[in-house]
């Protein structure tokens, strides 16, 4: 077995790695970017190496470097994790010209499936079954309008060199079939660097499984079951689970022994994922399945069938990597109960999936145990206090419940969310929880277009519960906290014993002002008014959580304060408050001056330059977010004082931009 071994990736596979290697005996090596010094995965490593500045492109891609970092460590292999260069084959052939082990498949097989056109083309010679489509060489678009028409519509157009969802468009009507096309090609050229695309038989009802396999160098090749991967947005996964609702075993051993074939095929070695579409529409069939694409690496849904299986993945990579044979024969292999995961990510589920960026001042997870067996596991990329940046993945860490049946894994999965505490950030935490108690998700009548059906009902905003923004008013005035110490006259200054005193806080939330009244009752109890809507709430003594009362219920909320925000849990549910200064006192004499970004994006184009002279509605800087760009205007006539960023830059929420002089300058 390796002593060391390199991680050449970040986040929470990194130390996910690193965590099985610690219990391996094996030491650690990390890599990070500069936006990643201090970030959770170098901490957890016994050692680090700046790899670059923070663009991927110059860092976690950047090849030579990483090798560069084993050599001088001493590391004897490289794990890539996922993403980054862990399908890169040019990589692959780096690390072991540099005599190094890569912790993964030969560059042969991740060569053999990395176009998917190739790639089904071998699969439909090994006897797999493959999605009816034209996969062949010919782009010429009267050619590919033709193929189309012979498969029969709908057809999805795929970027043969695609992946995570892009270069993707799905066409209903052979008149539409033309612009998508176009469309198509070009974002794959933009994502990829290769227009080529493949189209295929759009199957109705679509429900993505895809079979777990691993592949030692004695020639054993055991699929480890599936996984139901169903509950996408946009092509891309939310939620994962295993096995796959309604499988049965005969449709079991038909994908499995398919997987199985298609992974000998190409001289398969380690963990690797076939991933297929199965017909949706009634129950899973021995015919009703095809192969879309393999995945050479492991696959960030991997821990539900970690679970399933009671194997730890990384050990058993780090073993086929290292020489040794997998340590079972696939009849030694079962399953034992259900495990599904969600996928929580800095997002706005109400503003379109927006990535979020942001200090997580708060993040508390109910009590887990991570990369154990366990009821629940969190696999965490980042601590309480980290950034998420705009450099990288906004995935805060997948959750996995694990149950005797599915039933009970979701309702853990779901009650997992709602205890879960995150302030600093927006989250798709409600969303998340929202989807595991679907009446569809529920019953296991799962397909990939689920969450586009019903998105507004599983994104529709909260109502906002009066006694969230009274326990966010008592925060703000500080009487949340029990008088410290027996002093009778500690009590009676700070908890004002005197009747009735009041005080009037104005408190923002997601925009709006909520003016606040809160009387004193004495001994912890509140009468707290907003207009005419009054709450009358007792703050009961704990140990814990807070405990409060109103109206005869007796209820546990948390809450976390930071300098300028308040955030109450409750329910489930997170809602942050801000606290409004009063008129005339605003923190910023400058503001309105600053024209700031309304969204981490990209600095595509300035439009100024400083000591320029601009009228109202210039445009000053168009900022890249989403794909789609956003015109910053000036807020009124006025002198450029200071241009802070540059064409390029990456920039977070709430970052200045431009500085107008001040008006009387
Ligand atoms: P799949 O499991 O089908 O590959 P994923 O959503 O897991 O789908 O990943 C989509 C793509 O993005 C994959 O190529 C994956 O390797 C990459 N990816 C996903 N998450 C990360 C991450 N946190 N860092 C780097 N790459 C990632
Ligand atoms: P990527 O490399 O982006 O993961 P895939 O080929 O795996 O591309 O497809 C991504 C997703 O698109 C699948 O998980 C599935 O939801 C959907 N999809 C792909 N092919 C088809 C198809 N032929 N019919 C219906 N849906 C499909
Ligand atoms: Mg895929």
Excluded at 623 to 642: F, N, S
Aim: hydrophobic share 45%.
């Amino acid at each position: 077995m390796f002593q060391k071994i390199l991680i050449a990736n970040r986040g929470e596979i990194a130390a996910r790695v690193i965590a099985t290697a610690r219990r391996m005996g094996i030491a650690t090596v990390a890599v990070h970017s500069d936006a990643d010094a201090q970030a959770l995965h170098v901490t957890l490593a016994d050692e680090a190496v700046r790899i670059g500045p923070a663009p991927v492109a110059e860092s976690y891609l950047n090849g030579q470097a990483i090798i560069a970092a084993a050599l001088r460590t001493g590391a004897e292999a490289i794990h890539p994790g996922y993403g980054f260069l862990s399908e890169n084959p040019a990589f692959v052939e780096a690390v072991e010209a540099a005599g190094l082990t890569f912790i993964g498949p030969p560059a042969s097989a991740i060569r053999a499936m990395g176009l998917k056109d190739a790639a089904k083309r071998l699969m439909e010679a090994a006897g797999v079954p493959v999605v009816p489509g034209y996969h062949g060489p010919d782009q010429d678009p009267a050619r590919l309008a033709r193929e189309a028409q012979a498969i029969g519509y709908p057809v999805l157009i795929k970027a043969r060199a695609g992946g995570g969802g892009k270069g993707m468009r799905l066409v209903e009507d052979p008149a539409a079939f033309p612009a998508a096309l176009e469309s198509a090609a070009r974002e794959a050229q933009a994502s990829f660097g290769d227009p080529a695309c493949l189209i295929e038989k759009y199957i109705s009802s679509p429900r993505h499984i895809e079979v777990q396999v691993f592949a030692d160098t004695q020639g054993t090749t055991v699929h480890l079951f599936e996984r139901d991967c169903s509950l996408q947005r946009r092509h891309q996964k939310v939620i994962e689970e295993a096995p796959a609702p309604g499988m049965t075993d005969p449709v079991r051993t038909a994908m499995t022994q398919a997987a199985i074939q298609a992974a000998r095929s190409i001289g398969y070695r380690g963990a690797g994922t076939v991933e297929f579409i199965a017909d949706g529409s009634g129950p899973l069939r021995e015919d009703g399945f095809w192969f879309m694409e393999m995945n050479t690496r492991l696959q960030v849904e991997h821990p539900v069938s970690e679970a399933i299986t009671g194997l730890d993945f990384v050990e058993l990579q780090l073993r086929v990597a290292a020489g040794e044979p997998l340590p079972f024969a696939q009849g030694d292999l079962q399953i034992d109960g259900h495990a599904i995961e969600a996928r929580l990510y800095a997002e706005d589920a109400e503003r379109g999936f927006l990535p979020a960026t942001g200090r997580l001042t708060h993040l508390a997870f109910p009590p887990a145990t991570a990369f154990r067996r366990g009821p629940v596991r969190v696999d965490a990329g980042v601590r309480a206090g980290d950034e998420i940046t705009p450099w990288y993945d906004p995935m805060i860490a997948k959750v996995i419940a694990h149950a005797p049946d599915r039933t009970t894994a979701l309702t853990l999965l779901g009650q997992t969310l709602d205890a879960t505490r995150i302030a600093g950030s927006t989250t798709n935490l409600a969303f998340l929880a929202a989807l595991t108690r679907h009446p569809d998700v529920q019953t296991g009548k799962v397909d990939t277009g689920l969450i586009a059906r019903d998105l507004a009902a599983l994104t529709a905003r909260l109502p906002l519960p009066p006694e969230t923004s009274a326990l966010a008013a008592l925060a703000a005035l500080d009487l949340l906290d029990p008088p410290t110490g027996a002093d009778p006259w500690d009590t009676l200054t700070g908890w004002r014993g005197w009747s009735n005193a009041e005080s009037f806080v104005t408190l923002d939330h997601r925009g709006e002002d909520h003016a606040l009244k809160i009387e004193h009752l004495g001994q912890r109890r509140f009468r707290v008014s907003a207009g005419a809507d009054t709450t009358a709430l007792t703050l009961l003594a704990s140990t814990g959580d807070l405990r409060f009362e109103t109206d005869g219920l007796i209820r546990s909320a948390g809450v976390a304060q930071t300098a300028d925000t308040i955030t109450v849990f409750l329910n489930g549910q997170s809602f942050g408050f801000h606290a409004v200064l009063p008129q005339g006192e605003t923190g910023h004499a400058d503001s309105g001056d600053a024209i700031s970004a309304p969204m981490p994006g990209l600095v595509a184009k300035l439009h100024t330059t400083p000591g320029a002279t601009v009228t109202k509605g210039d445009p000053l800087v168009v900022l890249e977010a989403m794909k789609m760009e956003h015109i910053l205007t000036a807020p009124r006539d006025g002198r450029i004082a200071e241009v802070l960023v540059a064409e390029g830059d990456q920039v977070a929420d709430g970052t200045t931009l431009v500085r107008l002089e001040g008006e009387d300058a």
